[in-house]
C-alpha cells in the first residue's frame, strides 16, 4: 500500500502533503505480522481535493489487500478544512496589531536569542524583526498548517494573526520553539496577540455593519451553492488518550 501512494505523488497536485506513519509492523522480523497498520495524512489547500486524495489513498489500500489475500479495513479519524480569509477582519485585525505593536526583548531575552539563532543554521537571521509589525497584504499562497479553525471560517466570518512567540528564523514543531515558550519572549507574543484580539473584539461590537460586511464577504468567497459537510468522520472523541 504504502509503495502505491508513494508511487501516486507524480500523479496529484504538486501543493498535495502526503504523510504516513507504519504503527504496527509486526513482531517480528523474519514473520510475516497477521496484522499491520498505517497511518496517514493527506492534506492540499482544496478541502475537495484533500477528499478526493484521501479515496484514491483507500484505493490503494484495496489493492493491497487484494494483492495479498488479505482484509483491509479504515477508520476516518479526523479531517479539516482549509481557512477562509475574511479581508473585512483582516484589515481590522491589522490596524490593531499595528497599534499594539511587535516584541520587544530585554538583553536578556536578546542573549537568549541570540543563542537560539546559532542553532539555526540560517544566515541573516534578523532578531529585531519581532518587533516590527510586517505590512497588509492580500499574499498568494496559503498557510500549510492544518487546523479545525479552518472549518469555522468557512460558516462564519473568521480572522487570525500571528505574532513572535518564537525567536525569527525558528521552525514549528521544533525543540528551539518550544524553549522559546517558556521565557518572556513566549509570554510577550502571547500579550501582543491578546491584545490585538481583544481591541478586534470591540471594534466589531461597536460596529455591526461591519459584521454585516464581513458576512456578504463570507457568502461571495464560498458561493451561493455551498453547503459545509464536516470530514471529521465516525470517530468517538478519544477522552481517555492520557490513560
Not at 500549510?144 to 487570525?160: L, R, Y
Amino acid at each position: 500500500m504504502n509503495y502505491m501512494v508513494n508511487m501516486m505523488r507524480e500523479h496529484i497536485p504538486e501543493d498535495t502533503r502526503v504523510h504516513y506513519v507504519i504503527t504496527r509492523g509486526g513482531d517480528a522480523p523474519n514473520v510475516v505480522p497477521a496484522f499491520a497498520e498505517v497511518y496517514y495524512y493527506a492534506r492540499h489547500p482544496d478541502a475537495k481535493t484533500s477528499q478526493d486524495i484521501f479515496d484514491r489513498i483507500v484505493k490503494a489500500g484495496e489493492g493491497a489487500a487484494l494483492g495479498t489475500g488479505t482484509r483491509m479495513e479504515y477508520e476516518l479519524i479526523n479531517g479539516v478544512y482549509n481557512l477562509m480569509p475574511n479581508e473585512t477582519l483582516a484589515r481590522i485585525m491589522h490596524s490593531n496589531l499595528s497599534a499594539v505593536g511587535g516584541v520587544a526583548y530585554t538583553a536578556e531575552e536578546r542573549q537568549f536569542a541570540e543563542q537560539i539563532v546559532k542553532t539555526l543554521n540560517l544566515d541573516n537571521v534578523n532578531i529585531e524583526s519581532a518587533n516590527v509589525v510586517q505590512p497588509f497584504e492580500q499574499k498568494g499562497e496559503r498557510n500549510s498548517g492544518s487546523t479545525d479553525v479552518g472549518d469555522i471560517s468557512w460558516v462564519v466570518p473568521t480572522v487570525g494573526l500571528g505574532t513572535a512567540t518564537w525567536v525569527p528564523g525558528t521552525s514549528a514543531h521544533s525543540w528551539q520553539a518550544v524553549a522559546a515558550g517558556g521565557t518572556g519572549i513566549g509570554a510577550k507574543g502571547m500579550m501582543v496577540a491578546a491584545k490585538t484580539m481583544a481591541l478586534t473584539a470591540i471594534d466589531l461590537f461597536n460596529a455591526p455593519e461591519t459584521c454585516i460586511k464581513a458576512k456578504a464577504e463570507l457568502k461571495e468567497r464560498t458561493g451561493k451553492d455551498f453547503k459545509y459537510q464536516c470530514l471529521i468522520g465516525t470517530r468517538k472523541p478519544p477522552l481517555d488518550y492520557r490513560k
